[in-house]
T-cell receptor, first 115, second 110 residues
Framework: ETGVTQTPRHLVMGMTNKKSLKCEQHLGHNAMYWYKQSAKKPLELMFVYSLEERVENNSVPSRFSPECPNSSHLFLHLHTLQPEDSALYLC??????????????FGAGSRLTVL | GQNIDQPTEMTATEGAIVQINCTYQTSGFNGLFWYQQHAGEAPTFLSYNVLDGLEEKGRFSSFLSRSKGYSYLLLKELQMKDSASYLCAVNPGNTGKLIFGQGTTLQVKP
């Protein structure tokens, strides 16, 4: 496979459940990101990892817990979510973190519905 | 604060030309990106501007005026497959942490 792959594509969970979103990139990139995309709102940056170290946590509630075990994989662990957390969660990667022309390659997203 | 504005929706006719505007106010500027996102799919990179002027890539062109905090994406010879959301994003610094606008949903009609 090439590019950025996200699983599952769709997830429905109750507020008391624990689930995880997975992202894998086959591009040899060093930086990975989690974005939240809600209807009619700009993409919100949640977490950034560079060389497996977290470099950004944009005031995200602790019910979202990221994990980056290596430079190719990124997880978002979910627990005790709220209905307002229902959104499309996009994973992205880029060659590095710095520089102006830092092109992001996105996955197709995981559509999360919290009941 | 950081703010990026673009129209929410636009409609155009197949074969026509459409211009999608983006204005930005950010703490810094290190380039502006345009991405295309079809429904249910990943956003894909279209263009990057860091200097003033027009960048042309086939049917798509992107323009930047840094002094005005303004960019536009120009789509020529519109095709039905161009129906998508177009996301404007600014890199305000040197960290790759892009700030996105809410996106413009373009509907191309026959």
């Amino acid at each position: 496979e090439t590019g950025v792959t996200q699983t599952p594509r769709h997830l429905v969970m109750g507020m008391t459940n624990k689930k995880s979103l997975k992202c894998e990139q086959h591009l040899g990139h060093n930086a990975m990101y989690w974005y939240k995309q809600s209807a009619k709102k700009p993409l919100e940056l949640m977490f950034v990892y560079s060389l497996e170290e977290r470099v950004e946590n944009n005031s995200v509630p602790s019910r979202f817990s990221p994990e980056c075990p290596n430079s190719s994989h990124l997880f978002l662990h979910l627990h005790t979510l709220q209905p307002e957390d229902s959104a499309l969660y996009l994973c992205a990667s880029s060659q590095d973190l710095g520089g102006g022309a830092n092109v992001l390659t996105f996955g197709a997203g995981s559509r999360l519905t919290v009941l | 604060g950081q703010n990026i504005d673009q129209p929410t929706e636009m409609t155009a006719t197949e074969g026509a030309i459409v211009q999608i505007n983006c204005t930005y106010q950010t703490s810094g500027f290190n380039g502006l990106f345009w991405y295309q996102q079809h429904a249910g799919e990943a956003p894909t990179f279209l263009s990057y501007n860091v200097l003033d002027g027009l960048e042309e890539k086939g049917r798509f062109s992107s323009f930047l005026s840094r002094s005005k905090g303004y960019s536009y994406l120009l789509l020529k010879e519109l095709q039905m497959k161009d129906s998508a959301s177009y996301l404007c994003a600014v890199n305000p610094g040197n960290t790759g942490k892009l700030i996105f606008g809410q996106g413009t949903t373009l509907q191309v009609k026959p």
